[in-house]
């Protein structure tokens, strides 16, 4: 969490200024460890924060990011923090998206 706050703090910029408090709400507050809090980032990026609403707030939405959805499905499917590039190459090549097919066709 002091790194989360870290740049705001010594002034480089401005974001990621949101309470504790808020970030529990939003289910993105790990507090397993009281000594070390930190921010779960996927539902930090996916809370409130980052949609659209109109001025009357009586209409809002979210946009997902598909790049975000597919390198969450890498990392499920990965779970580890290295992987081999043959590795990742395997998965990507099998990653359906809106826009390509699977098996998608990597070129060396």
């Known amino acids: 969490l002091s790194n989360f706050y870290r740049p ?3 002034r480089i910029h401005s974001y990621f200024i949101e309470r504790p408090e808020y970030l529990r ?3 993105s ?4 460890d009281p000594q ?3 921010v779960i980032v996927p539902n930090f990026l996916y809370g ?6 109109t001025d009357g ?3 809002s939405f979210c946009c997902v990011d598909q790049c975000n ?3 969450e499905s890498l990392e499920r499917s990965i779970s580890h923090p290295v992987a081999s590039p043959r590795l990742i190459a ?3 090549e099998a990653l359906p998206s809106d826009t390509v097919a699977a098996p998608r066709n990597l070129s060396s």
């Open 8 to 10: 705001f703090k010594q």
């Open 25 to 27: 709400s939003l289910g």
């Open 29 to 32: 507050l790990d507090e397993t």
């Open 36 to 38: 070390r809090p930190s």
């Open 48 to 53: 409130r924060s980052f949609c659209v609403s």
């Open 57 to 59: 707030g009586i209409q």
């Open 69 to 71: 959805v597919l390198m």
């Open 90 to 92: 395997e998965l990507v």
